[in-house]
């Protein structure tokens, strides 16, 4: 879905779109080296799983792990950069207008994690959102990268314990990522409803390209 651009001050800006990613669902999108991207937690306390895949070989995707490696961090912080499985500059952080949570430990939520919490039948997933966006884009087969989990709270405890606390964005909060190389973006509105994290349920995000040309949006 794509709905005209109405949040932007800029007249230039105006013509530009922006992908609404409704709750439970994801969308992809491609983003030229240099040009950045807000995403918004429209209606607050939403994770938003982020997926980078470099458009020229998509073996090579934003990875968690090694950019952790690099920051010597468990989280990121504005001006750092994400690396990918390669260890190059994928996105930089650019911009935090959140609260400042954003995970880089979890993995994306799957069949197999809500069958574990107790699930019967098909429940929405991150990694579900992830492949079909991908195939609908003409990669039927992917790695599952470890995503960038944006707003999503995890904090740990002295003993290393995980805290499940509930995004604390509130409506409109936002982060901006702009692109070190052609990348091709996957971002799922997580439909986590078995655990606090997304607030009181699952809700939709938006992709807001800044500074943009040639964007496409698929889904
Ligand atoms: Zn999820």
Request: hydrophobic content about 40%; charged content about 25%; glycine content about 8%.
């Amino acid at each position: 879905m794509i709905e005209p651009n109405e949040k932007t001050e800029e007249p230039a800006e105006r013509l530009r779109r922006r992908v609404v990613v409704p709750a439970r669902e994801g969308r992809a999108i491609r983003v030229t080296a240099g040009e950045a991207i807000r995403i918004i937690d429209l209606e607050g306390s939403q994770v938003g799983d982020l997926f980078a895949f470099v458009a020229a070989d998509i073996t090579e995707y934003a990875s968690a792990e090694h950019t952790r490696v690099a920051l010597s961090r468990l989280f990121p912080r504005v001006g750092e950069a994400f690396l990918t499985n390669r260890r190059r500059p994928v996105l930089r952080f650019e911009r935090d207008d959140s609260p400042g949570h954003h995970d880089m430990l979890c993995a994306a939520c799957d069949p197999t994690r809500y069958a574990a919490l107790g699930v019967e039948g098909w429940h929405a997933s991150c990694e579900e959102n992830l492949r079909r966006a991908m195939a609908e884009l003409g990669h039927a087969q992917i790695e599952v990268p470890q995503p960038i989990n944006l707003f999503m709270h995890i904090p740990v405890a002295a003993d290393g314990t995980l805290g499940w606390e509930p995004a604390a964005s509130a409506p409109g909060d936002s982060v901006t990522l702009r692109a070190e190389l052609d990348v091709v973006l996957v971002l799922s509105a997580c439909p986590q409803d078995l655990n606090p994290i997304n607030g009181s349920g699952p809700t939709s995000l938006a992709i807001e390209p800044l500074g943009a040309r040639n964007l496409i949006a698929a889904g």
